[in-house]
C-alpha cells in the first residue's frame, strides 16, 4: 500500500513539473514568437484601457508593437499645448488604434506627419504647428465616443475632431458586449454604461493585478481553452444571410445629432469593407446613405473613402484589409488602408484651408491660441 | 459530433468510464452500441432508423446468401445489391440526378422539381461497409455471423462510423473474440493517434484552409503566385483534414482496444499516381480495388480493358466523393492519369534507363504531385467555370490581381516537408518515446498538450470528409 502510495506519489509530482516546465517554455515562445498581451486597468473617467505605459506585442493581424500614454491611448506623452498649435483629435475603434500596423503607419500619425510638412505651402500663418491625437480604442463604438466627448475634450483640448464610420457603426452602437451602448426605451434612446474588462478575462485581471505582467501563455490558454469550450459540437445547416433590420431612425438621429453637438468642429469619415470574396470593388453600404442624408441638418462634412479605396485596388491590386499571416480582405486596415484615410484626410485638409471655410483649417484655427 | 469538441470529450470519458465498470463481454459491446447510437443520434436521432435497418437488413441478407446456392443465390446479392445503391442514391444523388437531368427535360416542356432530402452523415462509409460483408460471404471468403449485436457494433462502432476509415466486417468482428479492455499500452498509442490528428487538424489544416477558402472564392482576383499557395494550401488542407480525423478514429479505437486500418501513409512522397493511391485513403482504394475494380475484370483481360476498368472504378470513386459533376471529373482525371502511366510503362522505362536513378524518381514525383494538385482544384471547385479559371491564372503571366504571400502557409510547409522527411527516415519511432513511462513522456505529452491549446486554431471548422 505504501509502496503505491509513493509511485502514486511519485507520478503525479512528476506530471505537476512536467506542466509547469511545458507552460514555462510556451510562457517563453509565446511572448518571444506570438504575442505580449497589453494590461488594461480601470480609469475611473474613460473606463477599461490600457495600462499607464503599457506596451504589447500585437501578431493577431501582422506583427507591431504597441505603446500607450499615461491615459491609455495609443500615443506619446499630451503635453500642454504650444503656442500657434493645432490639434487634430482622431476617435473611433481599433481601426483608429490600428493595433495591427506599426506606430508611424496608423493614420493618425501619417496625418500628422503629412500635415506638419504641408503646413508652410498651406497659407495658415497663426499655425505653426499640427499635432493630430490617436485616441481609437479597440472594441469601443460610437456610443462611447458620444458619452466621453467630455473627458476627451478635457484630456486632449482638440481643435478638430475626425470621428471614423465605419460599415455596422450604427449596429455596433448598440451592441450590448459593449462597454457602453445605445438602447431605444420606448420610442427614446437611453445609454447604457457597464464597465468591465475589454477583450480580458478574469484570470488576466488577477493575474495583472498581482503585477504578473508577463501572463502571456495564461491568458492565451485561458482565452484558448474558453474558445475551444465553445466550439461547434456537430455540424449544422449552412445559416442563410440574415437580413438585420436597419437600425431605428431615433437612435441613428440621436446618435450623429449626439456626435454633431459633442464635436462640432468635426469631420466624419467613412470606411466601408472590402469583401474580396464577392469582388474587390467596394459597393455603396447603407451607412453613407445615412450620413449624406443626416449630415446637411449637423452641417459636418463627410468623407467617404469609397472611391479612394476602388482607385487604389484599381491602381495596385492590394486590398486595404488583411495582413502577411491573414488573408486578404478581412480583418482590420493594414498599412495601405491608414495610408489611404491618411490620404483622403490630407486632402481633405489641404482643400479646407484653400477654402478657409470650417471644413478644416480655415475656420478652426480661430480656436488657436 | 466532432472530435474535437469539448461534448465528445466528455461523451468519451463516459463510454471509457463505463468500459472499466463494466464486467463482461456482452455488456461491452451491448454499452458500445448504446454509445455508438448516442453518438449517431447526437447529429440527428432520425436516422438512428435508417442505421438500424441497415444492421438488420444488412446481417439477415447475409444469412440468406449464405443459406441459398445457384441462381437463388446471385437473386439474393441482386437484391441485396440494388437494395444498398437505392439507399445511397435516393439519400446522396437523387438531386444530383434531378439537377442533370432538369436542362434535358426543359425544352419537352418537362419539369421536375428538386427533392428536400437530408443526406444522413457518413452514408457513403457505412453502405460500403456493410455492402463489403455480404458480397464477402457470397464469394465464400466469410461465413455469416451468429450474433446480431456484434454485427450492429460493426455498423455503430463510433470511432469510424462518419467518416472511416473503411473496415471489412471480416477485420472487425473477430476482434470482438478478444475481451474488450483498457490497457496501458492501448491507451498511450490511441492517445499518440489521437494528438497527432488533432495537431494535424487544428494547428495545420484549419490554419492553412483559410488561405484555400478565399483563393477559391474568388481566383478572377489573384495573381499565379497566389493562386498557386491556395492549392498547395488545400492541398495540405484536405491531407490533415482527413488524415487527422482517421489518425483520431484510429487513436479512439486503439483505447477501446480495436485495431482499424491505416489510412493514409505519407502520400505526398509518392512517385506515381499508382503509389499515390496505395498511400491516399487506403481503405477506399483496397475497397474500389477488390469490389469495383477486380470484378470489373481487372487486370486479366488485357490492356485495354485494364485502362477501362482503372477509368471506370476511378471514376465511380469520384461519384463516390459526391454528388457533382465536378467529383466525377476528379475521379476521371485520376482514372486518366493512372491509364496513362499504366501505357507508358515499358517506354519510360527503356527511356530511363540509362539514367542516374534520381532523376525518374524525381520526375516521377514531380510529375505526380503536379497532377494531383491540378486535380485538388478540380475536387475543391465549386463548378468547372470555376476550376476553368483557377487553373487557366495559375498559369497566367499576368500580374494583375491580388499578389499575396500567405504567411500561415510558408510556416507549415516546411512543418509538413519535415513530417514526411522524418517519416521517411524514422517512421513513427521518434514518438515511441512518448510510450515509455518517464519524466520525459510526461513532459514531451505536456509540451504537446498545451501546443495544440496554444497553436491550434480556436475556431475548429467541420471535417472535409464528413460531407461524403
Not at chain 1, 235 to 255: K, M, S, Y
Request: aromatic share 14%.
Amino acid at each position: 500500500m505504501a509502496t503505491q502510495m509513493k509511485r502514486f506519489a511519485t507520478t503525479f509530482s512528476q506530471w505537476l513539473l512536467a506542466i509547469l516546465l511545458a507552460g514555462v517554455f510556451w510562457e517563453g515562445f509565446l511572448r518571444v514568437a506570438v504575442e505580449i498581451p497589453v494590461p488594461y486597468r480601470h480609469h475611473p473617467k474613460l473606463g477599461w484601457l490600457p495600462a499607464p505605459h503599457a506596451y504589447g506585442l500585437y501578431t493577431h493581424e501582422g506583427r507591431s508593437i504597441t505603446v500607450y500614454n499615461e491615459h491609455g491611448f495609443r500615443e506619446g506623452p499630451i503635453e500642454p499645448r504650444k503656442p500657434g498649435e493645432f490639434r487634430i483629435l482622431c476617435l473611433g475603434d481599433s481601426f483608429v488604434e490600428g493595433a495591427q500596423v506599426n506606430d508611424d503607419e496608423t493614420f493618425p500619425r501619417r496625418l500628422e506627419a503629412a500635415l506638419s510638412k504641408r503646413l508652410p505651402s498651406l497659407g495658415t500663418s497663426s499655425i505653426r504647428s499640427v499635432r493630430v491625437f490617436n485616441a481609437g480604442r479597440g472594441h469601443s463604438s460610437l456610443a462611447a465616443t458620444l458619452e466621453l466627448a467630455a473627458s476627451y475634450r478635457e484630456i486632449f483640448d482638440p481643435d478638430f475632431v475626425v470621428i471614423l464610420f465605419r460599415d455596422g457603426s450604427f449596429r455596433s452602437a448598440r451592441d450590448r458586449d459593449k462597454e457602453i451602448y445605445l438602447t431605444m426605451k420606448g420610442d427614446h434612446v437611453a445609454t447604457k454604461v457597464k464597465w468591465r474588462g475589454v477583450e480580458t478575462s478574469k484570470l488576466k485581471e488577477v493575474l495583472l493585478s498581482h503585477g504578473l505582467r508577463s501572463s502571456a501563455a495564461l491568458h492565451y490558454g485561458y482565452v484558448r481553452a474558453v474558445q475551444i469550450m465553445s466550439m461547434p459540437s456537430k455540424p449544422t445547416e449552412a445559416e442563410a444571410p440574415r437580413q438585420r433590420p436597419p437600425e431605428p431612425p431615433e437612435l441613428v438621429d440621436h446618435l450623429l445629432s449626439g456626435l454633431a453637438k459633442a464635436y462640432p468642429q468635426a469631420v466624419w469619415v467613412h470606411l466601408p469593407m472590402q469583401d474580396v470574396l464577392t469582388g474587390p470593388v467596394v459597393a455603396a453600404a447603407s451607412e453613407e446613405e445615412v450620413l449624406l442624408r443626416e449630415r446637411a441638418p449637423q452641417n459636418i462634412p463627410v468623407l467617404f473613402t469609397r472611391e479612394h479605396i476602388n482607385q487604389s485596388f484599381a491602381r495596385n491590386h492590394r486590398p486595404i484589409y488583411g495582413f502577411w499571416n491573414t488573408v486578404p480582405g478581412y480583418g482590420h486596415a493594414n498599412e495601405e488602408g491608414h495610408r489611404l484615410i491618411a490620404e483622403a484626410l490630407v486632402d481633405f485638409f489641404s482643400r479646407g484651408s484653400r477654402l478657409g471655410a470650417r471644413d478644416g483649417f480655415g475656420a478652426s484655427s480661430a480656436n488657436t491660441p | 459530433m466532432y472530435f474535437t469538441s469539448p461534448v465528445f470529450f466528455a461523451f468519451l470519458a463516459l463510454v471509457l468510464t463505463g468500459i472499466a465498470l463494466l464486467r463482461s463481454q456482452p455488456q461491452k459491446v451491448l454499452w458500445l452500441l448504446a454509445a455508438g447510437a448516442f453518438f449517431y443520434g447526437y447529429w440527428d436521432w432520425r436516422f438512428l432508423g435508417l442505421l438500424s435497418f441497415v444492421s438488420v437488413f444488412e446481417f439477415w441478407m447475409a444469412k440468406r446468401i449464405s443459406q441459398s446456392s445457384g441462381a437463388r443465390r446471385r437473386w439474393w446479392l441482386a437484391l441485396y445489391v440494388a437494395v444498398n445503391l437505392s439507399l445511397l442514391s435516393y439519400f446522396k444523388y437523387v438531386n444530383f440526378f434531378i439537377d442533370s437531368l432538369s436542362p434535358l427535360l426543359a425544352p419537352h416542356g418537362i419539369s421536375i422539381g428538386t427533392l428536400d432530402v437530408i443526406l444522413p452523415i457518413g452514408i457513403s462509409f457505412f453502405t460500403f461497409e456493410a455492402m463489403s460483408y455480404a458480397i464477402d460471404v457470397y464469394r465464400g471468403r466469410l461465413e455469416p455471423f451468429d450474433k446480431w449485436t456484434h454485427f450492429a457494433l460493426f455498423i455503430f462502432f463510433f470511432p469510424r462510423m462518419i467518416s472511416g476509415p473503411i473496415i471489412r466486417a471480416s477485420d472487425f468482428i473477430p476482434q470482438l473474440s478478444r475481451e474488450i479492455a483498457l490497457t496501458r499500452s492501448n491507451i498511450v498509442e490511441g492517445a499518440t493517434l489521437f494528438a497527432t490528428g488533432l495537431t494535424k487538424k487544428l494547428v495545420i489544416a484549419d490554419r492553412v484552409g483559410a488561405v484555400a477558402d478565399v483563393t477559391f472564392a474568388n481566383p478572377a482576383a489573384y495573381t499565379a503566385f497566389s493562386l498557386w499557395q491556395g492549392a498547395v494550401a488545400y492541398g495540405i488542407q484536405i491531407f490533415c483534414d482527413f488524415s487527422g480525423y482517421s489518425d483520431m478514429a484510429i487513436g479512439i479505437a486503439k483505447v477501446l482496444g480495436f485495431d482499424l486500418p491505416e489510412n493514409f501513409n505519407m502520400p505526398y512522397i509518392s512517385t506515381s499516381l499508382t503509389e499515390f493511391w496505395r498511400r491516399w485513403h487506403i481503405s477506399l482504394s483496397t475497397w474500389l480495388r477488390d469490389y469495383l475494380y477486380v470484378p470489373l475484370g481487372g487486370n486479366r483481360d488485357g490492356a485495354w480493358r485494364t485502362y477501362r476498368n482503372l477509368f471506370l472504378t476511378m471514376l465511380l470513386g469520384g461519384l463516390w466523393h459526391g454528388a457533382a459533376w465536378t467529383f466525377v471529373a476528379w475521379g476521371a482525371a485520376h482514372g486518366l492519369g493512372l491509364a496513362i502511366e499504366r501505357l507508358t510503362k515499358d517506354a519510360r522505362a527503356s527511356l530511363w534507363k540509362a539514367a542516374p536513378s534520381w532523376l525518374p524518381v524525381g520526375l516521377g514525383w514531380l510529375w505526380t504531385q503536379l497532377f494531383v494538385l491540378l486535380c485538388w482544384v478540380l475536387f475543391r471547385a465549386q463548378s468547372f467555370d470555376q476550376a476553368a479559371v483557377y487553373v487557366a491564372r495559375m498559369f497566367s503571366v499576368s500580374t494583375v490581381g491580388i499578389d499575396w504571400a500567405f504567411g500561415p502557409l510558408w510556416v507549415v510547409l516546411p512543418l509538413v516537408l519535415a513530417a514526411h522527411i522524418v517519416g521517411v527516415l524514422w517512421g513513427a519511432r521518434p514518438l515511441g518515446v512518448l510510450r515509455v513511462p518517464s519524466f520525459r513522456a510526461r513532459l514531451l505529452w505536456s509540451l504537446w498538450a498545451l501546443g495544440i491549446l496554444y497553436l491550434g486554431t480556436s475556431r475548429a471548422s467541420g471535417f472535409i470528409y464528413f460531407q461524403f
